[in-house]
């Protein structure tokens, strides 16, 4: 069984970087895609990026050009750096595997 433990977040000025991270633990093997979704208050959740387990990336267009996601596959462990953040990348972000494993969530907040 796979669990997802996430670090990074917190708060940044509007323009300022975070680095979250997703570590995968148990049978890692079994995944084939990992995917950052995002949940603001009174809004849906919504998808920012994937990867999958050969290294293609998708973004959601809100975030081109801005976030990178990446994984070390040595470590487990997937990324999402977030530059150039503007508030209303404030939100609660979860990394997911499909269809129905997700990590735990960190607040990502920026102050304009």
């Known amino acids: 069984q796979v669990q997802l433990v996430q670090s990074g977040g917190g708060l940044v000025q509007a323009g300022g970087s975070l680095r979250l991270s997703c570590a995968a633990s148990g049978s890692t093997f079994s995944i084939n895609a990992i995917i950052w979704y995002r949940q603001a208050p009174g809004k849906q959740r919504e998808l920012v990026a994937t990867i999958t387990n050969d290294g293609r990336t998708g973004y959601a267009d809100s975030v081109k050009g801005r976030f990178t996601i990446s994984r070390d596959n040595a470590k487990n462990t997937v990324y999402l750096q977030m530059n150039s953040l503007k508030p209303e990348d404030t939100a609660i972000y979860y990394c997911?595997?499909?269809?129905?494993?997700w990590g735990q969530g960190t607040q990502v907040t920026v102050s304009s």
């Open positions: 997911n595997v499909p269809p129905s494993l």
